[in-house]
């Protein structure tokens, strides 16, 4: 019988490359041709391999003298009578006084074990064919037993395999050895309930420990091949990882040469398909295990990192021509003709525990070991190049065993950032948690401050071209790292307490870094590191664009330090006295924009001491009383969660900033126009003057105050018995609302509207006096709306002027001067009927037109009509019923009790018709629903009114005809 084929001839001399000398290159193809050598030989393996079942076949194990044996065994006593004492505690049972009643045992041990141990010992595929396992002895072993179990001498034998059956036991570990190797087969672990099995091979050494308690039953087996005489497998085992290794340390030795400059790994094509989430180790299969742990074991001596990988191939090039008139098998891909550009990336790489590494790694073909890369295989992706005709991109997707040398690592994991393939960010961030996971680790620490100094350097550098003006041909460079990847990096800056570094990195940023990157700053200092960052923290919380971004940034950072730092009262105390600077610096800087802006310091004032409330951030607010929309949010998120101070300082506070508010309040700005025509939907221009509220023609709100916001400020105005103030806000409110609501009407719906319902709802609640100041401002806030959105009915035309047509060919011009002519009616056109199809397909509404076909040529007759005129009509109709709509939904009842006598009647869509109409100069009449118990005084025109005694109302009145430009209003306060 032959032992199997273990290859030991690769260990000679003659077929290895000697090892080069220092001053020599070793050449990259035969470099690579060395590793490949080794992984594709057969005699790669391990030199013991160890496993367990927990679900197996019952043997049915029997013994002459005793019968058959219960597994988990618990007796011993009748084993021991039977069996032959060969060492202390340690007793045998030849093979031939064991038996197994059940017929499937031998097959399980055959079929199922034996393969997988020979394939994982690296046995070549024609002697795993014909090797099995030979029962030699069945042992027992108990408390105190030690011996090791000694091997048999067959001359076909070249491996052991023992099988430790169900047996209650701890202790007993066998250390299994070969050269400076070591693996423990720990057979106790859940011992009573599952069968354990390791095999290596018969030169190795093996010692056992002692077992503390119970006893071990197992079965002892040769491995045996029929084919020869054996051979020592694991010094063969030996000889080629020597050979890698002398490989790697080849490498090693011409890595400073030019040669090696972009070589910074070497990629190995695993055989197989993996996940790309679950890429690791333990995932792999056959082959491909036993490479990567050969190189793993042999890497880790040689001082190289093995990884894991995706790989991605794009190949372009030209496919053949197929007519599609004739038959012909194709299949579901364009075969390619000619490759004449590929792109190979690996998209996804990991440790071998699977952990990310880093992204979209852009090598080379020099740097594939293989020749023959997904060569038979089929692409996972085919694209068409539109630009380029008949030219098609076949994509290619597997798994790799990436060779790092770590000298090399420092340039292979940060090149994506550098390329812009990946964020730079992500990958720092990697590199930190690394360091931070390994803190005795100072090399890894070391690599950290070397690259986040180049990215540094490198963002300098851009920065310098990016000043330079672009030579002629070239696009403007961009930014290499954008202000979220830098925020990242000054992370780790951070971490490894540099503030010269820190303030280098952030001073690349363009615009400010992601707020969710504070809390990590937080967590990542203590005590001395938040003093030494306080100026560096401040001048990057000052470079957010408003107030809520700067709050949001500095509650952040603390929540962070504070969880970092346990909440203790020194930690407390010192991160309060750095907080409170800068909060100093961002009031100093900062100036408020909008409500949310007041809804975030509201906020941010609950956690603030009384005397910074009152001495810092109440004067600050009071300062900014101009910016309308910020002050008065700020008020409304008071009136829903007051501050935890005194009462009576905190109702002067209101009062005061609501006074304020009055006096300089404005109720919304306005940005551009809304074009009338929108861009084309393929222009890849920005429109800054277009959103999807604004109606075209009508100007943007840039800003306005929230309606329930204002509000709730009057109501606690009122509930404060600060009456005045309530009506002094009202009447500047509608006082202001003038401007803004003729610009764009809109804007009464998105706040007058709102507002009324408000306040009505207020008012039928018994919250809101009536007063006539009150009444005064609602009125002039319903007439202005009315005035704004639904405007004076439309009259007819006096002329058939109409606008010209667009489009200013030969044909048309003659035609647009017929349209502007505001006497004639009627227009003819003796002209060919091409021409007479561009006039009809013109889409112009303002006239009709029909062909006389009497006499040749036929003659085009264009009539003018009143298309845009009675569109006109049907709009502002349809504004008088939405008006009326709103103003019913507001609450007719309500909104009455907030109304002077004479507008009462226009909370109903009939009398708004009618007040708007042409009609309306002579009106002089009540309206329905309308009577003298309820409205002493008749309803006229206003604009034929005396002013009332408390003040003088609007000068303009709906009905009235004068001119909405002299519609003005007397502050009531000014008697």
């Given at each position: 019988?032959?032992?199997?084929?273990?290859?030991?001839?690769l260990?000679?001399?003659?077929?290895?490359?000697?090892?080069?000398?220092?001053?020599?290159?070793?050449?990259?193809?035969?470099?690579?041709?060395?590793?490949?050598?080794?992984?594709?030989?057969?005699?790669?393996?391990?030199?013991?391999h160890?496993?367990?079942?927990?679900?197996?076949?019952?043997?049915?194990?029997?013994?002459s003298?005793?019968?058959?044996?219960?597994l988990?065994?618990?007796d011993?006593?009748?084993?021991?009578?039977?069996?032959?004492?060969?060492?202390?505690?340690?007793?045998?049972?030849?093979?031939?006084?064991?038996?197994?009643?059940?017929?499937?045992?031998?097959?399980?041990?055959?079929e199922?074990?034996?393969?997988?141990?020979t394939?994982?010992?690296?046995?070549?595929?024609?002697?795993?064919?014909?090797?099995?396992?030979?029962?030699?002895?069945?042992?027992?072993?108990?408390?105190?037993a030690?011996?090791?179990?000694?091997?048999?001498?067959?001359?076909?034998?070249?491996?052991?395999?023992?099988?430790?059956?169900?047996?209650?036991?701890?202790?007993?570990q066998?250390?299994?050895k070969?050269?400076?190797?070591?693996?423990p087969?720990?057979?106790?672990?859940?011992?009573?309930?599952?069968?354990?099995?390791?095999?290596?091979?018969?030169?190795?050494?093996?010692?056992?420990?002692?077992i503390?308690?119970?006893?071990?039953?197992?079965?002892?087996?040769?491995?045996?091949?029929?084919s020869g005489?054996?051979?020592?497998?694991a010094?063969n085992?030996?000889?080629?990882?020597?050979?890698?290794?002398?490989?790697?340390?080849?490498w090693?030795?011409?890595?400073?040469?030019?040669?090696?400059?972009?070589?910074?790994?070497?990629?190995?094509?695993?055989?197989?398909?993996?996940?790309?989430?679950?890429?690791?180790?333990?995932?792999?299969?056959?082959?491909?295990?036993?490479?990567?742990?050969?190189?793993?074991?042999v890497?880790?001596?040689s001082?190289?990192?093995?990884?894991?990988?995706?790989?991605?191939?794009?190949?372009?090039?030209?496919?053949?021509?197929?007519d599609?008139?004739?038959?012909?098998?194709?299949?579901?891909?364009?075969?390619?003709?000619?490759?004449?550009?590929?792109?190979?990336?690996?998209?996804?790489?990991?440790?071998?525990?699977?952990?990310?590494?880093?992204?979209?790694?852009?090598?080379?073909?020099?740097?594939?070991?293989?020749?023959?890369?997904?060569?038979?295989?089929?692409?996972?992706?085919?694209?068409?190049?539109?630009?380029h005709?008949?030219?098609?991109?076949h994509?290619?997707?597997?798994?790799?065993?990436?060779?790092?040398?770590?000298?090399?690592?420092?340039?292979?994991?940060?090149?994506?950032?550098f390329?812009?393939?990946?964020?730079?960010?992500?990958?720092?961030?990697?590199?930190m948690?690394?360091?931070?996971?390994?803190?005795?680790?100072?090399?890894?620490?070391?690599?950290?401050?070397?690259?986040?100094?180049?990215?540094?350097?490198?963002?300098?550098?851009?920065?310098?071209?990016?000043?330079?003006?672009p030579?002629?041909?070239?696009?403007?460079?961009?930014?290499?790292?954008?202000?979220?990847?830098?925020?990242l990096?000054?992370?780790?800056?951070?971490?490894?307490?540099?503030?010269?570094?820190?303030?280098?990195?952030?001073?690349?940023?363009?615009?400010?870094?992601?707020?969710?990157?504070?809390p990590?700053?937080?967590?990542?200092?203590?005590?001395?590191?938040?003093?030494?960052?306080?100026?560096?923290?401040?001048?990057?919380?000052?470079?957010?664009?408003?107030?809520?971004?700067?709050?949001?940034?500095?509650?952040?950072?603390?929540?962070?330090?504070?969880?970092?730092?346990?909440?203790?009262?020194?930690?407390?105390?010192?991160?309060?006295?750095?907080?409170?600077?800068?909060?100093?610096?961002?009031?100093?800087?900062?100036?408020?924009?909008?409500?949310?802006?007041?809804?975030?310091?509201?906020?941010?004032?609950?956690?603030?001491?009384?005397?910074?409330?009152?001495?810092?951030?109440?004067?600050?607010?009071?300062?900014?009383?101009?910016?309308?929309?910020?002050?008065?949010?700020?008020?409304?998120?008071?009136?829903?969660?007051?501050?935890?101070?005194?009462?009576?300082?905190?109702?002067?506070?209101?009062?005061?900033?609501?006074r304020?508010?009055?006096?300089?309040?404005?109720?919304?700005?306005?940005?551009?126009?809304q074009k009338?025509?929108?861009?084309?939907?393929?222009?890849?221009?920005?429109?800054?003057?277009?959103?999807?509220?604004?109606?075209?023609?009508?100007?943007?709100?840039?800003?306005?105050?929230?309606?329930?916001?204002?509000?709730?400020?009057?109501?606690?105005?009122?509930?404060?018995?600060?009456?005045?103030?309530?009506?002094?806000l009202?009447?500047?409110?509608?006082?202001?609302?003038?401007?803004?609501g003729?610009?764009?009407?809109?804007?009464?719906?998105?706040?007058?509207?709102?507002?009324?319902?408000?306040?009505?709802?207020?008012r039928?609640?018994?919250?809101?006096?009536?007063?006539?100041?009150?009444?005064?401002?609602?009125?002039?806030?319903?007439?202005?709306?009315?005035?704004?959105?639904?405007?004076?009915?439309?009259?007819?035309?006096?002329?058939?002027?109409?606008?010209?047509?667009?489009?200013?060919?030969?044909?048309?011009?003659?035609?647009?001067?017929?349209?502007?002519?505001?006497?004639?009616?009627?227009?003819?056109?003796?002209?060919p009927?091409?021409?007479?199809?561009?006039?009809?397909?013109?889409?112009?509404?303002?006239?009709?037109?029909?062909?006389?076909?009497?006499?040749?040529?036929?003659?085009?007759?264009?009539?003018?009509?009143r298309?845009?005129?009675?569109r006109?009509?049907?709009?502002?109709?349809?504004?008088?019923?939405?008006?009326?709509?709103?103003?019913?939904?507001?609450?007719?009842?309500?909104?009455?009790?907030l109304?002077?006598?004479?507008?009462?009647?226009?909370?109903?869509?009939?009398?708004?018709?009618?007040?708007?109409?042409?009609?309306?100069?002579?009106?002089?009449?009540?309206?329905?629903?309308?009577t003298?118990?309820?409205?002493?005084?008749?309803?006229?025109?206003?604009?034929?009114?005396?002013?009332?005694?408390?003040?003088?109302?609007?000068?303009?009145?709906?009905?009235?005809?004068?001119?909405?430009?002299?519609?003005?209003?007397?502050?009531?306060?000014?008697?």
């Open positions: 019988m032959a032992a199997p084929d273990l290859h030991s001839s260990g000679a001399e003659h077929l290895r490359n000697p090892p080069v000398s220092d001053d020599e290159v070793y050449d990259l193809d035969q470099l690579r041709a060395d590793i490949e050598d080794c992984f594709n030989d057969e005699q790669r393996g391990t030199f013991a160890i496993g367990a079942f927990s679900q197996f076949e019952n043997p049915g194990l029997e013994v003298g005793i019968g058959l044996l219960g988990p065994l618990m011993t006593s009748t084993f021991k009578n039977a069996a032959t004492e060969v060492a202390a505690q340690t007793w045998e049972v030849g093979v031939s006084e064991v038996s197994f009643q059940n017929p499937r045992w031998d097959a399980f041990v055959q199922t074990v034996v393969p997988l141990v394939a994982e010992l690296g046995v070549s595929s024609a002697a795993r064919a014909t090797t099995r396992a030979e029962l030699v002895k069945l042992v027992l072993q108990e408390q105190g030690e011996s090791p179990m000694d091997p048999t001498s067959a001359p076909e034998k070249y491996g052991v395999l023992e099988i430790c059956l169900p047996s209650p036991h701890d202790g007993g066998i250390i299994l070969h050269d400076h190797y070591q693996k087969w720990i057979a106790s672990d859940r011992s009573s309930y599952r069968v354990s099995f390791a095999g290596w091979y018969a030169d190795m050494d093996h010692a056992s420990q002692p503390t308690s119970g006893h071990r039953l197992l079965l002892s087996y040769d491995l045996v091949d029929a005489p054996t051979v020592q497998a010094a085992l030996s000889r080629s990882d020597t050979k890698l290794r002398e490989a790697l340390q080849n090693t030795k011409s890595m400073s040469h030019r040669w090696y400059a972009d070589v910074h790994c070497l990629c190995w094509e695993l055989d197989n398909k993996y996940p790309t989430r679950g890429l690791s180790l333990a995932s792999l299969k056959g082959k491909d295990a036993r490479i990567v742990a050969q190189m793993s074991r890497g880790r001596e001082d190289f990192t093995v990884l894991l990988a995706v790989v991605h191939l794009r190949a372009r090039g030209k496919c053949e021509i197929y599609e008139y004739e038959p012909h098998e194709v299949a579901d891909f364009h075969p390619l003709v000619d490759v004449e550009d590929e792109e190979w990336r690996l998209t996804y790489v990991v440790d071998l525990e699977g952990d990310e590494k880093t992204r979209e790694v852009k090598v080379s073909r020099d740097l594939l070991i293989q020749a023959d890369w997904f060569d038979g295989e089929e692409l996972d992706e085919e694209d068409y190049d539109t630009y005709h008949n030219k098609y991109d994509h290619y997707e597997g798994a790799a065993m990436v060779i790092v040398p770590n000298d090399k690592m420092t340039d292979f994991r940060p090149q994506p950032g390329d812009g393939r990946y964020d730079m960010g992500l990958i720092v961030e990697t590199m948690h690394e360091s931070q996971a390994d803190e005795s680790n100072k090399s890894l620490r070391g690599e950290l401050h070397a690259l986040i100094s180049s990215i540094e350097t490198s963002a300098e550098l851009r920065e310098r071209e990016i000043l330079q003006k030579l002629p041909g070239k696009p403007k460079k961009t930014p290499l790292f954008d202000d979220d990847s830098l925020g990096i000054a992370q780790a800056a951070l971490y490894l307490r540099q503030v010269n570094l820190f303030d280098r990195i952030i001073k690349h940023v363009k615009t400010s870094i992601p707020l969710e990157v504070y990590k700053y937080g967590e990542l200092t203590d005590v001395n590191a938040i003093n030494e960052f306080e100026a560096s923290f401040a001048s990057l919380i000052s470079q957010h664009k408003n107030v809520t971004e700067k709050i949001v940034a500095h509650d952040g950072l603390r929540k962070g330090y504070l969880k970092a730092n346990a909440d203790t009262p020194s930690s407390r105390a010192t991160i309060d006295g750095c907080r409170k600077r800068l909060i100093d610096k961002i009031l100093e800087d900062t100036e408020p924009q909008n409500g949310s802006d007041g809804q975030t310091m509201l906020k941010f004032c609950l956690e603030r001491p009384q005397k910074e409330f009152f001495e810092q951030i109440v004067p600050w607010v009071k300062k900014w009383a101009s910016r309308t929309s910020f002050i008065i949010a700020f008020l409304a998120c008071w009136t829903r969660t007051p501050p935890p101070f005194a009462k009576e300082e905190l109702q002067d506070a209101f009062t005061d900033l609501a304020h508010a009055s006096a300089d309040l404005t109720v919304a700005t306005t940005g551009p126009v009338e025509e929108p861009a084309p939907v393929y222009s890849y221009r920005f429109d800054p003057s277009a959103d999807n509220v604004t109606p075209r023609g009508e100007r943007r709100i840039v800003d306005h105050i929230e309606a329930n916001a204002f509000a709730n400020v009057i109501r606690r105005l009122t509930e404060t018995e600060n009456q005045e103030v309530a009506e002094a009202l009447t500047k409110f509608a006082d202001q609302a003038k401007e803004p003729q610009q764009s009407p809109h804007l009464h719906h998105l706040q007058t509207i709102p507002l009324l319902q408000a306040l009505a709802m207020e039928s609640e018994g919250r809101l006096e009536s007063s006539d100041n009150v009444q005064t401002a609602i009125s002039y806030l319903v007439v202005s709306y009315l005035n704004h959105f639904v405007r004076r009915e439309p009259g007819p035309p006096t002329n058939w002027k109409k606008p010209p047509l667009k489009c200013t060919c030969h044909l048309c011009l003659p035609i647009s001067v017929f349209l502007q002519n505001p006497q004639q009616i009627e227009h003819r056109v003796s002209t009927e091409h021409n007479r199809k561009h006039i009809e397909r013109s889409d112009y509404r303002d006239f009709d037109c029909h062909v006389e076909r009497s006499k040749r040529p036929f003659v085009l007759v264009i009539t003018k009509n298309y845009s005129e009675e006109t009509h049907r709009d502002w109709e349809k504004r008088v019923s939405t008006a009326g709509q709103q103003l019913a939904f507001v609450g007719k009842d309500g909104l009455r009790e109304l002077l006598p004479e507008y009462k009647h226009l909370v109903e869509t009939d009398e708004i018709r009618e007040s708007l109409s042409l009609r309306s100069s002579s009106l002089d009449r009540k309206p329905a629903n309308y003298t118990s309820s409205a002493p005084v008749e309803r006229r025109p206003l604009g034929e009114r005396t002013p009332r005694p408390q003040g003088q109302a609007p000068a303009t009145t709906i009905p009235s005809k004068r001119r909405a430009e002299g519609l003005e209003m007397v502050h009531l306060t000014d008697e």
